[in-house]
């Protein structure tokens, strides 16, 4: 199962897309055997300003046909490292070819694309910058990885 990063923004250069490339590498050389992965980011910009619905637009379009959406919403299921890695083994099993989370800009999700989503994802009830998400999402993919293959990382 592809997984796919989608985002409104563009990460430039710097300690979030080190961690971001350095978490989703080991996500694809654990994940390989699992049938999970490769992973990627896609980013879209609404260059012209349109809001939360024009952001919208540009996410449908990068979301590859048949995906299953995640979103990453503070309203969405707050959840451990070993039921995110168990609800990501189900979706892989449910022969879905592509998993999309997707990141919000800085005014989040537009109601509609929320709701058309098929799960919604939160890291906690507080509010995180888009970039950050991007880190902890990419570290929990690798995690739960970990965590289906039987690996050491996760620790509890």
């Not at 992973?39 to 979301?63: H, R």
């Not at 490292?81 to 022969?95: C, K, M, T, Y």
């Not at 919000?104 to 994802?121: P, Q, S």
Request: aromatic share 6%.
């Amino acid at each position: 199962m592809r997984v796919h990063i989608v985002a409104v923004g563009r990460l430039r250069a710097g300690p979030e897309l080190d961690l971001i490339n350095d978490y989703l590498t080991r996500f694809d050389r654990t994940g390989r055997a699992l049938a999970l992965g490769p992973a990627q980011v896609i980013e879209v910009e609404d260059k012209k300003g349109g809001g939360m619905a024009s952001e919208a637009a540009l996410l449908e379009k990068a979301i590859p046909n048949g995906s299953l959406v995640c979103i990453m919403d503070e309203r969405g299921k707050v959840m451990t490292s070993p039921a995110f890695a168990e609800q990501l083994g189900n979706w892989r099993d449910q022969g879905r070819q592509d998993l999309a989370f997707v990141i919000g800009g800085a005014d989040g999700l537009d109601k509609a694309f929320r709701a058309r989503a098929d799960a919604a994802l939160s890291f906690g009830k507080m509010v995180w910058p888009h970039m950050l998400v991007r880190v902890m999402l990419s570290e929990q993919l690798y995690r739960a990885a970990s965590i289906l293959s039987g690996g050491p990382y996760h620790r509890a």
